[in-house]
């Protein structure tokens, strides 16, 4: 008894694992362990015997579980010490350093006009960059011989050989939106169209693509009053302070009349400053949307009137960051992006009207 006794207590304090240990159960009190085929013997002894014999052989069995159950705990103990300490994290390290993109300025005034027109009432509309000729130049009365189609300097696609078809443009202005709106929506309307534009043209104001937006609000009684007062809003929004306009008739076969809008600013030593001065800076084409346009959109102009404009995007951008060039808007440079770009937390930075 004693021998058993100590061959399992030792076996199981040195177990080296739970399936070590669940073997030397097996062998000990398992059906056929050595314990268990002992007990057995008890039915073949005397009384006298199996009354010595069975508390101690009972006790050996209670020793050896619960010296199976107390090594089976310190194994899982040691277990969860060791994956403690492998998987430990040293969570006050600092993080590696991540790449961080930034919003580009063009981007920004994106958002920046949308917000502040959506305040006033205009959706967003949108139409493809690559247009109908009709669209952008037809429909906007402006005929084939016209001398705006070719100050424009338009792009022309590629048509297939045989292929007769007037050929598509890339749009030269936001403007065809306004046929596309109308023919969509019908009248009233009240939208304002942001988008890509392109004119084979280059140098430090002008680049291939740019951006503008386009303004179209038509309704009963619509008129040049309410066109200055949405723009002086707008720009006032967006300066951030009160700026004023001035309008001066212009041309725009699309419009009539037509104005061409400078905003009030002050030239110092190569720096413009808009808000203040006496200087003006042209921004914007706009006028009242001429009769053949909105009959060309589906619009009875007896019935319907209304204004409309069209204004650079990159060039208002400039004129708010102080960004010098526009051609460094296109070029990816890695270092202007960070320098102008902004941080996409950034809201959009518009305060109300002035
Ligand atoms: N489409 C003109 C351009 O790109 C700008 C313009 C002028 C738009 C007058 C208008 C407008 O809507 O009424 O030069």
């Known amino acids: 008894m004693n021998d058993l006794k100590t061959k399992y207590l030792s076996a199981i304090a040195a177990a080296a694992d739970e399936s070590a240990l669940e073997e030397l159960r097996v062998q000990a009190v398992g059906k056929k362990g050595e314990v268990s085929l002992k007990m057995r013997e008890l039915g073949k002894m005397t009384p006298e015997e199996r009354q010595v014999m069975g508390p101690q052989l009972n006790a050996l069995k209670d020793e050896i579980n619960s010296a199976l159950a107390a090594k089976k705990v310190a194994l899982a103990d040691a277990a969860l010490d060791i994956r ?32 502040i027109f959506a305040d006033m009432g205009f959706a967003v509309a949108e ?24 100050e424009m300097d338009t792009f022309y696609m590629h048509r297939a050989e045989g292929d007769d078809r007037p050929p598509h443009v890339l749009r030269t202005h936001t403007s065809p939106v306004q046929i596309r709106s109308m023919e969509k929506h019908g009248a009233p309307l009240r939208i304002i169209c942001p988008g890509r534009v392109y004119r084979a043209d280059y140098d ?71 808000g203040e001065g ?7 084409g706009s006028g009242m949307v001429h009769p053949k346009v909105l009959e060309a959109g589906g619009i009875d102009p007896k019935e319907w009137q209304g204004f409309a404009f069209g ?44």
């Open 278 to 284: 006496d200087g003006w800076l042209e921004v914007l």
């Open 84 to 115: 403690l300490k492998e998987e430990w994290l040293d969570v006050t390290l600092p993080v590696r350093p991540q790449r961080q993109g930034s919003i580009h300025p063009v981007s920004q005034v994106w958002e920046e006009c949308t917000a």
């Open 127 to 150: 139409g493809p960059q690559v247009e109908q000729a009709w669209y952008n130049f037809d429909a906007l009365n402006i005929p084939g011989h016209h001398p705006a189609r070719a």
């Open 311 to 354: 204004m650079g995007i990159d060039r208002i951008a400039m004129l708010k960051y102080g960004i010098p060039d526009l051609r460094a808007f296109f070029d990816s440079d890695l270092r202007w992006l960070r320098h102008y770009g902004f941080s996409a937390l950034q809201v959009p930075t518009i305060r109300g009207g002035v």
């Open 204 to 274: 430090q104001t002008h680049t291939p693509m740019f951006h503008q937006v386009e303004g179209l609000a038509i309704g009963k009684d619509i008129s040049m009053a309410n066109l200055k007062w949405v723009l002086e809003e707008f720009f006032s929004a967006y300066f951030g302070k009160k700026v004023k306009t001035r309008f001066r008739a212009s041309h725009f076969p699309f419009t009539e009349p037509s104005a061409e809008v400078d905003i009030q600013c002050s030239w110092e030593n190569g720096t413009v400053k808009v």
